[in-house]
């Protein structure tokens, strides 16, 4: 029988090790006192709505992430270990190649409290953190309290990354946790797609509906967990090949095409996919809705 590998878990266990209150260039003592200001919602970060109006506000509390262990005192995170099992699947599953991070330009889109940043950065990337979500980048906090080096986090949507970075700027792109909670998964693939060099990897990992065909499921955002739409397998190659990119696998890890099952550490129902940027393809202008090349 076939069983997922976790080969790399160790190596990236270790890069997060590097994350602990040994070595802080700030106190122990007022980390500690920062974090938890954020997490009991003393520090408040206002959101930005970008139109007044008609658009309805998003929550305004804050939580944690990812599950850390800072060596004095640890937090549990709303997105739990998954930082780890994520990567360990692009690395172990997908062929992405962990050691050769080292001077890499990477993105991690929609990256929270950055667990999956903070590993990046250790195994030598340079990285970019964004979220659109405002209170989520007490990364910027962690980022200067360990004075790192390689890692920058702002606020920026994945729909105006063009504003913010060069065409053709990256090596790699996660889009991890975030294209089922988007209106326009075309547009956004579309902006990482202009975003990457030619050849860079795009790697995906989506809620997903177990169906063999090319389906998406309208969860709608009034649901809790704030979903639009929700990929099977099939479309979300589907949706990578016609924004331009070549699948170079799509599935649980383990069978293409399959979403996973209960007892995988990710949960049910979630399927990665990695992507490689062909240069030079033309998406179809009908139906977009905004002007993109
Ligand atoms: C389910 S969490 C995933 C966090 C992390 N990437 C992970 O996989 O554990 C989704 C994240 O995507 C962010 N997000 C949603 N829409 C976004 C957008 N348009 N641009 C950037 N980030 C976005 C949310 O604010 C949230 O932090």
Sequence with gaps: MLSLCYNSVPAILEALSFFRVEN?????????HIIRAYISNEIVVAEECPQE???????KSFFWGHDHDFGSFKLSGRMGTRHVWMLS???????????????????????????VSLVLQQLGAHVWAIDDTRRYIPLDFMIKSFGLQRLNARHISLYK??????????????????????????????RLYNALKPGGLLCIESMS???????????????????????????????????????????????????????????????FAMGKKIPGHMILWRGLSIEID
Aim: hydrophobic fraction near 35%; glycine fraction near 12%.
């Design 53 to 59: 109006g008609m658009q309805k506000k998003t929550r």
């Design 89 to 115: 699947r692009f690395f172990d599953h997908f062929g992405l190649d962990r050691t050769s991070l080292a001077g890499k330009h990477v993105l991690d889109v929609g990256c929270w409290t950055g667990g």
């Design 209 to 271: 509906i177990a169906n063999s065909d090319p389906l998406c499921e309208y969860e709608g955002p009034s649901r809790l967990g704030g979903n639009w739409l929700v990929p099977s397998p099939k479309a979300l190659a589907q949706l990578l090949e016609d924004t331009g990119f070549e699948v170079l696998g799509v599935g649980n890890g383990l069978i293409p095409f399959q979403v996973t099952q209960e007892g995988d550490p990710m949960g049910p129902n979630r399927c």
């Design 161 to 190: 990354i063009h504003e913010h970075f060069e065409p053709d700027h990256f090596d790699i792109i996660f889009c991890l946790g975030v294209i089922y909670h988007l209106s326009d998964p075309v547009v956004a693939l579309r």
């Design 24 to 32: 802080l260039e700030i106190h122990p003592t007022e980390f500690e």
